[in-house]
């Protein structure tokens, strides 16, 4: 039998996923254009701190020592 806790975490995680959905589906039928452009900034925003935390925390980063 799962856990309270994760019970509770999962139906948490559905409502979220749910809400952001039916969120970015309002968002697109008013306004598309200004949707897309924005969803898209936000993807490509993450995309590259993702990118740049990957780099970090494997250690392929250059780091200056400016000298």
């Not at 039916?22 to 993702?50: F, N, Q, V, Y």
């Not at 780099?55 to 000298?67: D, E, I, L, Y």
Request: aromatic fraction near 2%; avoid cysteine; charge should be positive.
């Amino acid at each position: 039998m799962p856990s309270i806790k994760k019970a509770v975490a999962k139906k948490a995680a559905k409502s979220a996923a749910k809400h952001t959905a039916r969120g970015t589906t309002s968002k697109l039928r008013r306004d598309p254009m200004r949707a897309i452009t924005l969803l898209s900034l936000g993807g490509l925003l993450g995309a590259l701190a993702g990118w740049f935390a990957a780099r970090t925390a494997t250690g392929t980063a250059s780091v200056s020592t400016g000298s």
